[in-house]
């Protein structure tokens, strides 16, 4: 008799996955779950399969584990973190406002912001960006027009007017030989950053489309908008607050000097609920 798998989908400004809490029930092989429920044609359709479960480490509460699209596990996703602030408090597993979630990138501190019993958004601490990693980026002497952050998943910042290019562009870059570990493309245009005599705005608008990889073109990608927002203040087109436009949302994006960490904040949507055979 086939196994049913309970799941609910979710996104985060249009970035879709299908979550599971393998505290109730188990994926066997999530890998070839991700690749065939993700199918938009003959499965359920998203950006790939998320795992719920309970932390083994007293430094976080519960782990999140991310597959895209293509099968491939990724190390962190923004707009996946904050889904699971929202399933895990609407859903009744937690009474926490604050939760600390375990991802193959460290432990990311969620904190709620509740209306009416309601999560209406979620502040996610993304830690401190990279900007030098030779296992992720090894292209310094040989990519010149793009800026590297890794926000635990490596970033290829790129400024442009044409920002639709992302589907040609990024097809090519995602496995360029500058990313050993193949890499997430952003492409980004300032909309307002800059004063007449050069000063920041207090808070800058930056129109930004996503290729990732393992999903291809994506609504929105929270560590992507992290990386966005820092590019844009090391080349000093925008001070270091920005609200990232992508095609699915807008994400507001801190990256504080007191600490040097980044700081999503961002709305979480259910889609809807559902079982699927295995």
């Known amino acids: 008799m086939a196994q049913k798998i309970r799941f609910t989908k979710m996104h985060g400004c249009g970035n879709d996955y299908i979550y599971v809490n393998t505290m109730e029930q188990k994926v066997p092989n999530p890998q070839e779950a991700a690749v065939r429920w993700s199918d938009r044609y003959k499965g359920i359709g998203s950006d790939g399969l998320v795992l719920i479960g309970k932390s083994p480490v007293p430094e976080a509460d519960y782990t999140m584990h991310i597959y895209n699209a293509d099968g491939s596990e990724a190390m962190m996703c923004g707009n996946a973190s904050r889904c699971i602030g929202k399933y895990l408090y609407e859903r009744g597993l937690t009474t926490k406002t604050e939760i600390r979630l375990l991802t193959l990138s460290g432990v990311k501190t969620l904190k709620l912001h509740i209306i009416n019993n309601k999560v209406e958004s979620v502040t996610v601490d993304m830690g401190e960006p990279v900007l030098e990693d030779e296992s992720q980026f090894m292209g310094y002497r040989v990519l010149d027009k793009g800026t590297f952050v890794s926000m635990g998943n490596p970033h290829y910042v790129i400024f442009t007017d044409d920002v639709d290019q992302v589907g040609e562009t990024g097809r090519m870059l995602e496995k360029h030989p500058a990313f050993p570990q193949r890499c997430n493309i952003e492409f980004a245009k300032i909309v307002s ?65 007191s600490d040097n960490h980044v700081y999503m904040t961002g709305p979480a949507e259910f889609v809807f609920d559902g079982e699927i055979e295995i």
């Open 193 to 257: 950053g800059k004063t007449a005599n050069h000063t920041s705005v207090d808070r800058a608008s930056i129109r930004t489309r996503v290729w990732e990889r393992g999903s291809g073109i994506t609504q929105a990608c929270g560590t992507g908008a992290c990386a966005t927002a820092v590019a844009a203040a090391l080349k000093g087109k925008a001070g270091r607050k920005s609200d990232i436009v992508m095609d699915g949302g807008t994400l507001s994006i801190e990256w504080r000097e």
